[in-house]
């Protein structure tokens, strides 16, 4: 390949067409397939001559006549990009877009406003055509990538805009399973509103619908996703899927789904597959690689993603698996996008490795906050700080009955359990109730299944207020400390600046402070109503009694 790098700019298209003619191809069984005397036709598009940074650029290459019978196995798309001043070089992969090879596409997403250059490469058997461009980079004020702070590591940032990120998350487990994309695109729009900036979406899972829930599979939505050409689709664990293929079409309505959600700031956590689909490649086969290098070559370039090997990972996949898979993401992907799992059983997670942002903890009961304590100190103890989250700890009205006991699931219990999770320096991942319906009337909601709800779905409003007390200071500066709090209350603090204080049975507290004063104040975490207390002074404070016995939590910040 010759070293375009060298190349003075005038030589360097934004748009490069080549029709270049070889031998030496591999020779398809198709009837009516070109021979490999026959010119091997592909023409370069670039998508845009700018775009802004931590949006992507996009290169297709349109092949007139593929020699391949499997392009997904057989032709590929590869290459590089630069700054124009060669100190930053990506190499990424490209992938097909198409079931009989005619577009493959690479995309490469800038980090940074400035002046970039690239070389791709399609290959098809001993045949290539290769291509160069160049583009710019605005800057856009794109928040960006999420990463982990790398002052205060228990918490995220955007990587474009350096604000922090209060992850309030949700499941909306089958939000790909909608025929109508405009449901997916209602249900993003109202999480936004409701002040959830992440949702819990799987690529592969399927799963039976005898949850006990009010959802069916019909013609509008269904838990029986299709990443793969399929013999049966409505086949939940017989599917006949051919692994040596893709489903382009489905992975182009993911496609508009990630795009839409990151003009509205929401993350998508990518879940590869689930225990329950029992229909997965082989573990560690040539098969299940190419699925998930398709997955990140295809959506890396998005910046509002997160990687999540699997749910109930250990269920159907082992340790040593989970290691080499997230390290083989890791790699694959070019910009590093922060990646975790999420087991059955919280010991299954690959806490130190290099490859793994942040836990994904599955823990059902309503100690929580005792909970991620314990975890956050395991954490400090292998000495590899990272964000802690707990995304499965219950579901609005939803009753496992392996749960039995662990207490009521209504969203009054979720929301003050979630104040245990965040009081702990943790964050949560919560889901709504389906009772509203799935292909069963009023079919209205669908909840942590599928992402749609409706206004008499109220949970997530009592979320909102949570949102909007803790980003009233910086909360990423404080830790647990609640020895500086009686009664058995909880306390992030950054001692004498910050004492952010949860009252779970209402009543009153005493505080230890550093001297000075303070600025004080009630917050009705139910309502998101503050009332105004008199300054704190001194070293001890006493708050008075709580306006009632709900749950109440204080601020005090230091004047």
């Not at 692994?243 to 990630?258: E, G, H, I, P």
């Amino acid at each position: 390949m010759k070293d375009f790098r060298k190349l003075k700019p005038s030589f360097l298209p934004i748009v490069g067409l080549l029709a270049i003619t070889l031998s030496g191809c591999r020779q398809p069984s198709q009837a009516n397939a070109p021979t490999a005397t026959e010119p091997l036709q592909v023409s370069f598009e670039q998508s845009t001559p700018a775009v802004d940074a931590y949006d992507y650029v996009e290169v297709t290459a349109k092949v007139g006549q593929p020699r391949v019978q499997n392009p997904f196995t057989d032709a590929t798309l590869n290459g590089w990009f630069e700054s124009a001043d060669g100190r930053k070089r990506w190499n990424v992969e490209g992938f097909c877009d198409s079931e009989k090879g005619t577009a493959f596409r690479i995309r490469f997403m800038p980090p940074a406003p400035g002046d970039y250059r690239y070389s791709v490469e399609y290959r098809e058997g001993q045949g290539h055509a290769v291509s160069a461009g160049r583009f710019h980079a605005n800057d856009g004020h794109r928040r960006g990538l999420l990463r982990i702070d790398p002052e205060h590591r228990w918490h995220f940032l955007w990587e474009g805009t350096g604000e922090h990120y209060f992850f309030n998350g949700t499941t909306a487990y089958w939000l790909m399973g909608w025929k109508d994309e405009s449901i997916i695109r209602s249900s993003i729009e109202r999480l936004q509103r409701l002040k959830i900036n992440r949702m819990r979406v799987t690529i592969a899972g399927r799963t039976n619908v005898f949850y006990g829930e009010a959802v069916m599979n019909a013609a509008n939505w269904t838990v029986n996703v299709t990443p793969w050409p399929t013999k049966d689709a409505s086949d939940t664990y017989h599917p006949g899927f051919d692994y040596t293929r893709l489903d382009v079409a489905y992975w182009q309505k993911f496609d508009r789904a990630l795009r839409f959600a990151r003009e509205h700031d929401m993350v998508f956590s990518i879940v590869f597959d689930m225990n329950d689909s029992r229909s997965h490649p082989d573990a560690g086969s040539e098969d299940e690689r190419r699925f998930f290098r398709y997955a990140v070559a295809r959506f890396s370039a998005f910046s509002n993603i997160t990687w999540d090997l699997g749910d109930d990972l250990d269920s159907y996949r082992d340790d040593a698996w989970a290691h080499t898979t997230g390290t083989l993401v890791e790699e694959w992907d070019p910009y590093h996008h922060l990646a975790t799992s999420h087991p059955v059983r919280n010991a299954h997670q690959d806490r130190r490795a290099d490859w793994f942002g942040f836990t994904s903890f599955q823990e059902w009961s309503r100690n929580q906050h005792a909970f991620m304590l314990k975890e956050r100190l395991r954490q400090r103890l292998l000495f590899h700080i990272i964000p802690q989250t707990n995304e499965e700890y219950g579901y609005e009205d939803h009753y496992p009955l392996w749960a039995e006991g662990l207490g009521s699931e209504s969203a009054d219990t979720l929301r003050r359990t979630a104040w245990d999770i965040v009081m702990a320096g943790g964050y949560q991942t919560t889901g709504e109730s389906t009772r509203r319906g799935t292909n069963i009337l009023p079919d209205t909601g669908g909840g942590w299944m599928n992402g749609r709800g409706d206004d008499t779905m109220t949970m997530l409003e009592g979320y909102g207020h949570m949102v909007d007390f803790f980003t009233s200071f910086h909360w990423w500066e404080t830790d647990p400390h609640d020895e500086l709090v009686s009664g058995g209350n909880y306390c992030l603090a950054k001692p004498g600046e910050i004492y952010a204080i949860y009252l779970p049975r209402g009543g009153k507290t005493r505080v230890e402070l550093k001297s000075g004063r303070y600025g004080t104040g009630w917050f009705n975490p139910s309502t998101g109503d503050r009332i105004s207390l008199p300054d704190a002074i001194g070293r001890v404070w006493t708050s008075p009694p709580a306006p009632d016995n709900n749950d109440w939590a204080l601020l005090l910040q230091r004047k």
